[in-house]
């Protein structure tokens, strides 16, 4: 079964600073891996998504993940932090013939001035 | 804005009650999915139709059901209602039945069980 794990609850980043969350996945063959942004009150909107190719993808609002098989990794990454950024950020994944996607638990998202 | 619409946007009932759940997906979409989101259990898979049918069956109660209607749009039904069960009901549709397409998410039913 596949499965996510995202091993930071919480992260507090200043703002202007950079921005690495963590995502570990568990799935023997090559993995669909999406990120998610889900602001307070709100639904979830797609960041960035992997299917095969480049392993670095660009996403909206300046965000990049980048696919490590190696370490079964899908980490997101953004330069430069904007208070806007404050959200809850999931990683989900999927592969072909799933229906499904299973997601991580998520990582809470504060910036600070 | 997903496209995806949900209604109603709050719901407050008492246990042992049964509530519907609606879905609007996005036009042109014929894959709707619903999924929990709790903050014991995060955000799960309940059930997915495809034009009509089901497609995929997730951790969704005996007490929940589901279908989707000629017009795409899809109801969650809830039935005797437990504490438990209060948590964040988002419904996402994609155009097609593989994981590979974006699944678009709607804002969601907040249902909150006294």
């Known amino acids: 079964a596949q499965s996510v794990t995202q091993p930071d609850i919480h992260i507090t980043v200043s703002e202007g600073a950079s921005l690495e969350l963590r995502c570990n996945y568990s799935?023997?063959?090559?993995?669909?891996l999406f990120w998610y942004v889900q602001s307070p009150g709100q639904g979830l909107q797609l960041l960035l998504k992997?299917?095969?190719?480049?392993?670095l993808v660009q996403g909206i609002k300046g965000f990049e993940a980048e696919f490590k098989r190696s370490q079964s990794s899908f980490n997101l990454r953004k330069p430069s932090v904007h208070w806007s950024d404050a959200a809850e950020y999931f990683c989900a994944v999927g592969h072909f013939g799933n229906e499904k996607l299973t997601f991580g638990t998520g990582t809470r998202l504060t910036i600070i001035p | 804005d997903s496209g995806v619409t949900q209604t109603p946007k709050h719901l407050i009932t008492a246990t042992g009650q049964r509530v519907t759940l609606r879905c609007s997906p996005r036009?042109?979409?014929?894959?709707v999915y619903w999924y929990q989101q709790s903050l014991d259990q995060g955000l799960q898979f309940l059930i997915q139709y495809y034009n009509g049918e089901e497609r995929a069956k997730g951790n969704i109660l005996e007490r929940f059901s589901a279908q989707q209607f000629p017009d795409l749009h899809s109801e969650l039904n809830l039935s005797s209602l437990e504490l438990g069960d209060s948590a964040l009901y988002f419904c996402?549709?994609?155009?097609?039945?593989?994981?590979?397409?974006?699944?678009?998410f709607g804002p969601g039913t907040r249902l909150t069980v006294l």
């Open positions: 799935y023997g063959a090559t993995p669909y």
């Open positions: 992997y299917f095969s190719g480049d392993t």
């Open positions: 996402a549709s994609s155009p097609k039945t593989s994981s590979y397409n974006e699944q678009f």
């Open positions: 036009s042109g979409d014929l894959s």
